[in-house]
């Protein structure tokens, strides 16, 4: 088993049960955004997680742990300094396919996590690159999705770049680019037809099957990739 040790060097809460880790690697490691790691936190436990960003020296990724289990435990519970092991290499084929058509990405939760690196190589090889993210939260104080996209959501930089953020639960006035309902029910009011885009799904089970029928009575065929979490 190839495995190299990882050091966590930074822990951040964004919500209940939310976390960004850095975790510091030994050596730069190949990826292509939207990739996954496998993580063995302990003895013959694995866990894969997409990759929210990589450098030279560090990896970082979006954890929730209110999905529970031992993998859970030991994220909600480590501190910077604590060790793990990478197996491996980077994996999987979630990636970004070579089309000139627009690009949607729709996410709920850390589903998040493989369309930051993506959108944003996107927009870093074309800053006029037509691209939109739809983020579902139940709450506003929980739409961690613009953090993620600072020097991004710029309308000078990049002005085909847009952040829908669906809150299912709002409260009070809505932020701009915050949108009352489900992704389900923001998308067919923001997207008149699906046929000519690329869609990229990723999060809730329910969320990816959902939306996925609703693409297709508009129009999307062959266009839609998707990753379930969860």
């Known amino acids: 088993m190839n495995a190299k040790e990882l050091i966590i ?19 730069t490691l190949p990826f292509i955004p939207g990739q996954f790691v496998v993580l063995m936190v302990a003895p013959k436990i694995f866990r894969s997680y997409s990759l929210v960003a ?13 999905v529970g289990g ?18 491996g290499k980077a994996l999987g084929k979630f990636t970004v396919k070579e089309s ?8 709920t939760g850390t589903g ?30 929980d ?23 669906c809150i299912s639960r709002p409260e009070g006035d ?12 923001v998308i067919p009011a923001q997207l008149e037809e699906c046929g000519s885009q690329d869609f990229y799904l990723c999060g809730n089970p329910q969320m990816v099957d959902d939306i996925q029928a609703i693409l297709k009575e ?3 065929t062959d266009n839609v990739h998707t990753e379930k979490y969860g």
Do not use: W
């Open 9 to 27: 060097s930074k822990k951040i809460r964004l919500m209940e049960g939310v976390y960004v880790f850095d975790l510091a690697m030994p050596e």
């Open 100 to 107: 000139d058509r627009p690009k949607v990405f729709i996410a």
């Open 70 to 87: 031992p993998a859970s435990q030991f994220f909600e519970a480590c501190e910077p300094g604590d060790t793990l092991q990478l197996i």
């Open 218 to 220: 508009k129009g999307a």
């Open 112 to 141: 998040l996590a493989p369309f930051v690196p993506m959108v944003k190589q996107l927009l870093d090889q074309d800053a006029q690159a037509n691209v939109q993210l739809f983020f579902g939260s139940r709450h506003m104080k």
């Open 174 to 185: 809505m932020k701009e680019n915050y949108y009352d309902g489900r992704v389900t029910n």
């Open 54 to 66: 990589i450098n030279d020296t560090t990896m970082t990724l979006l954890i929730d742990v209110r």
């Open 143 to 165: 739409a961690y999705c613009d953090s993620f996209f600072e020097g991004y959501i710029d309308a000078e930089k990049h002005p085909n770049f847009k952040v829908f953020n």
